[in-house]
């Protein structure tokens, strides 16, 4: 029988769970209070988790939410947590939308992926689930 054992240290970070629909204007909300709070409290690191959360977002309506965060003036590194319902993974296009413009925001289907990227020392830009590209 194998046992691994680690030590995990944890980082101080904000936690946010989204469900219902998401269309955009409530996300700009939901960024608002994000970028305000962490401001607020000096928080750094961000996890977003929408899989239980609808959305019929365009692919502008993302670009638009990563423009925005872009220029919240809040400097974080950003985890979202998604489960795509249909065939456009509104994450990873978030993903590559905010890292075109230089974010550290990274897309993942798996909770326990992203919460390891957040709490990494120099997190890798390829450890997410990225499947746009240039």
């Known amino acids: 029988m194998a046992v691994e054992v680690r030590i995990i240290p944890i980082k101080e970070f904000l936690r946010t ?3 219902g629909n998401l269309d955009l ?3 700009l909300l939901i960024l608002g ?3 305000e709070e962490c401001k ?6 961000i996890l977003i988790d929408t899989r239980e959360a609808t959305s019929n977002a365009s692919m502008l309506d993302v670009w638009t939410l990563a423009r925005k965060l872009t220029h919240s003036g809040l400097k974080a590194q950003v985890a979202v947590v998604n489960r795509p319902k249909d065939d456009f993974d509104r994450g990873a296009f978030l993903e590559l939308c905010a890292m075109n ?4 925001l990274k897309a993942f289907q798996d909770f326990e992926a992203a919460f390891t990227w957040l709490n990494e020392d120099e997190p890798s830009p390829s450890s997410g689930s990225t499947r746009y590209g240039i």
Do not use: A, F, P, T
């Open 101 to 104: 413009r230089g974010y550290q």
């Open 33 to 35: 209070d994000l970028v």
């Open 40 to 45: 607020k409290r000096s928080v750094d690191r």
């Open 25 to 27: 204007e409530r996300s």
């Open 17 to 19: 769970d989204v469900s």
